[in-house]
T-cell receptor
Framework: RKEVEQDPGPFNVPEGATVAFNCTYS??????FFWYRQDCRKEPKLLMS???SGNEDGRFTAQLNRASQYISLLIRDSKLSDSATYLC????????????FGTGTRLQVTL | DVKVTQSSRYLVKRTGEKVFLECVQD?????MFWYRQDPGLGLRLIYF???????EKGDIPEGYSVSREKKERFSLILESASTNQTSMYLC???????????FGPGTRLTVT
């Protein structure tokens, strides 16, 4: 089983829609979680960290479900500029605290 | 602002050539990483370094080596390039006391 699994998509949604992605992880010892965003032909950039109690940043809400070992990202009022691939690495604490990535979920927001 | 730069955006090499990919960060980060990214496989860690001259294998080190002679520079070396090493290569660095990694713009390497 892969350490991090994501539905690759694409998720095609109209502008203004609400969309949610999940990301499951297999290592129950994982302590820290993130959502990264990667635009086409660009490098990944941190979108937000995911806290145990859930957290919100504007139109973006991240949730963590430790019992079921998944994290989620909810995007409200989607914009064309939200079109990107969303990655959810987990942290392998230890030397250098490596990140383990899934394949990412591609989101395409259309008019 | 953290800046991670990579020596080339696009590179075309022939099978059997020795290839050097350079990565430089300007924030005095100790931890640096090399990934490759392929469709359907995501980002996979090749090697990482947690200090000058210190390195550890990642998940897919075969066919690669690295060099970290100075803190700001982390080089990925393909000793004898093969077509299955055609990929997007991303370098990243990480500050202490943080898990966030900062990525360079990537090098798209084609081996023919």
């Amino acid at each position: 089983r892969k350490e991090v699994e994501q539905d690759p998509g694409p998720f095609n949604v109209p502008e203004g829609a609400t969309v949610a992605f999940n990301c499951t992880y297999s290592n129950s010892a994982s302590q820290s979680f993130f959502w990264y965003r990667q635009d086409c032909r660009k490098e990944p950039k941190l979108l937000m960290s995911v806290y145990s109690s859930g957290n919100e940043d504007g139109r973006f809400t991240a949730q963590l479900n430790r019992a079921s070992q998944y994290i989620s990202l909810l995007i409200r009022d989607s914009k064309l500029s939200d079109s990107a691939t969303y990655l959810c690495p987990t942290v392998n604490t230890g030397t250098a605290s490596k990140l383990t990535f899934g394949t990412g979920t591609r989101l395409q927001v259309t008019l | 602002d953290v800046k991670v730069t990579q020596s080339s955006r696009y590179l075309v090499k022939r099978t059997g050539e020795k290839v050097f990919l350079e990565c430089v960060q300007d924030m005095d980060h100790e931890n640096m990483f090399w990934y490759r990214q392929d469709p359907g496989l995501g980002l996979r860690l090749i090697y990482f370094s947690y200090d000058v001259k210190m390195k550890e294998k990642g998940d897919i080190p075969e066919g690669y080596s690295v060099s970290r002679e100075k803190k700001e520079r982390f080089s990925l070396i393909l000793e004898s390039a093969s077509t299955n090493q055609t990929s997007m290569y991303l370098c990243a660095s990480r500050p202490p006391l943080s898990y966030e990694q900062y990525f360079g713009p990537g090098t798209r390497l084609t081996v023919t």
